[in-house]
């Protein structure tokens, strides 16, 4: 099966940027979306197909994504941006939704 | 507005069923798929499934098969996932998302889970 893989937890000061990374093989050959979530909430979707961004969510969220790597980049980091984040993947081998392990973002 | 309303908590025995639903409204039902995703206490996002409000198709993960179920009403827009012969690890919140656009007979997966619902917390204990 597919498997995407993040780094545990990313910190980074306000003001500054933060980089969450996604591991797959060739994921770059997939569409990549990006979840937020915060305690005690339902995620929420915060780009979606590599790199659009739903209506509503800030210009700072942007996403690439090319060979084994996908990125979400936060600029200008908010305390309002702690928060655990997920990459996913439409696994089209498998027919399969596929969730990255998870980043946790800690605002210092 | 877009809205996911799923229904209440649920504690069930080991070796029970549970099932939860999930109504939709502010959308065409039937232009859009509905996954299940799952979250046990301090853990990540599971994916459970996939479900075709156009056509009823069905997709499931692989360690679920043969005790998932999704099913959807389009008269009343409403999806349901039920869980048979459940265990203690199945302990989780369980929620609905829209997903997957679909037209003229192909479902699209470029679009993400754009709207979830609230969370159903299922607890699995004797």
């Known amino acids: 099966s597919y498997v995407l893989t993040q780094p545990p937890s990313v910190s980074v000061a306000p003001g500054q940027t933060a980089r969450i990374t996604c591991g797959g093989n060739n994921i770059g050959s997939k569409s990549v979306h990006w979840y937020q979530q915060k305690p005690g909430q339902a995620p929420v979707l915060v780009v979606y197909d590599d790199s659009d961004r739903p209506s509503g969510i800030p210009e700072r969220f942007s996403g690439s994504n090319s060979g084994n790597t996908a990125t979400l980049t936060i600029s200008r980091v908010e305390a309002g941006d702690e928060a655990d984040y997920y990459c996913q993947v439409w696994d089209s081998s498998s027919d399969h939704y596929v969730f990255g392990t998870g980043t946790k973002v800690t605002v210092l | 507005q877009v809205q996911l309303v799923q229904s209440g908590a649920e504690v069930k025995k080991p070796g029970a069923s549970v099932k939860v639903s999930c109504k939709a409204s502010?959308?065409?039902?039937?232009?859009?798929?509905i996954s299940w995703v799952r979250q046990a206490p301090g853990q990540g996002l599971e994916w459970m499934g996939w479900i075709s409000a156009y056509n009823g198709n069905t997709n499931y993960a692989q360690k679920l098969q043969g005790r998932v179920t999704m099913t959807t009403d389009t008269s009343t827009s409403t999806a349901y996932m039920e869980l048979r012969s459940l265990r203690s690890d199945d302990t989780a919140v369980y929620y609905c998302?829209?997903?997957?656009?679909?037209?003229?007979?192909?479902?699209?997966?470029?679009?993400?889970?754009?709207?979830w619902g609230q969370g159903t917390l299922v607890t699995v204990s004797s």
């Open positions: 502010g959308y065409t039902f039937t232009s859009y798929g």
């Open positions: 998302a829209r997903a997957g656009y679909c037209s003229g007979g192909s479902c699209y997966h470029t679009v993400g889970f754009d709207y």
